[in-house]
T-cell receptor, first 115, second 114 residues
Framework: AQSVTQLDSQVPVFEEAPVELRCNYSSSVSVYLFWYVQYPNQGLQLLLKYLSGSTLVESINGFEAEFNKSQTSFHLRKPSVHISDTAEYFCAVSDPRGSNYKLTFGKGTLLTVNP | KAGVTQTPRYLIKTRGQQVTLSCSPISGHRSVSWYQQTPGQGLQFLFEYFSETQRNKGNFPGRFSGRQFSNSRSEMNVSTLELGDSALYLC?????????????FGPGTRLTVT
């Protein structure tokens, strides 16, 4: 069975500071990896995904994540955060083999960007 | 193109009652998945439907059920509500069952059980 561990439940940072949200997964097979963002009172929005190929993936709003197979990690980073990045971030994993494509989510990391 | 819509957005029910939540996927999407989100358990997979058939089911009691119609709209039903069923219920759609990497979520239905 797959599982996802988000090591920090809350991460407070100041505006324009760099941030890293950590995500580790456990799976014995190749996986798809995702980061979703949830703003207050909204559903989840896909931020970025790793399916195959380049281990560094980027989003349109400056976030990036690096797939590290040896460390089974998929940490999310941004070099300079804005107030508007305040939200909850979820890491998720899916096994692309077979027919069971459900997403398994981590417990989430609440990123709070302070002025 | 309109996104995933869920109705109602907010719902208050009493223990023992039943509730039905509705999800309309993005036009052309035939796969619909449901998730329960609570502060304690996080996001948990409930079930997935494709072409009116349940393909996958999470680890929830039989009180939780769902269905999908020929137009891909989906409903989930919870019978004999318990306090612990209070949660945000999220629906997500994708083109087919194997395109989970392009899954779009709705805003959710906030269910409060008193």
């Amino acid at each position: 069975a797959q599982s996802v561990t988000q090591l920090d439940s809350q991460v407070p940072v100041f505006e324009e500071a760099p941030v890293e949200l950590r995500c580790n997964y456990s799976s014995s097979v190749s996986v798809y990896l995702f980061w979703y963002v949830q703003y207050p009172n909204q559903g989840l929005q896909l931020l970025l995904k790793y399916l195959s190929g380049s281990t560094l993936v980027e989003s349109i709003n400056g976030f990036e994540a690096e797939f590290n197979k040896s460390q089974t990690s998929f940490h999310l980073r941004k070099p300079s955060v804005h107030i508007s990045d305040t939200a909850e971030y979820f890491c998720a994993v899916s096994d692309p083999r077979g027919s069971n494509y459900k997403l398994t989510f981590g417990k989430g990391t609440l990123l709070t960007v302070n002025p | 193109k309109a996104g995933v819509t869920q109705t109602p957005r907010y719902l208050i029910k009493t223990r023992g009652q039943q509730v039905t939540l509705s999800c309309s996927p993005i036009s052309g999407h035939r796969s619909v998945s449901w998730y329960q989100q609570t502060p304690g358990q996080g996001l948990q997979f409930l079930f997935e439907y494709f072409s009116e058939t349940q393909r996958n089911k999470g680890n929830f009691p039989g009180r939780f059920s769902g269905r999908q119609f020929s137009n891909s709209r989906s409903e989930m039903n919870v019978s004999t509500l318990e306090l612990g069923d209070s949660a945000l219920y999220l629906c997500a759609s994708s083109l087919t069952w194997d395109t989970i990497y392009e899954q779009y979520f709705g805003p959710g239905t906030r269910l409060t059980v008193t």
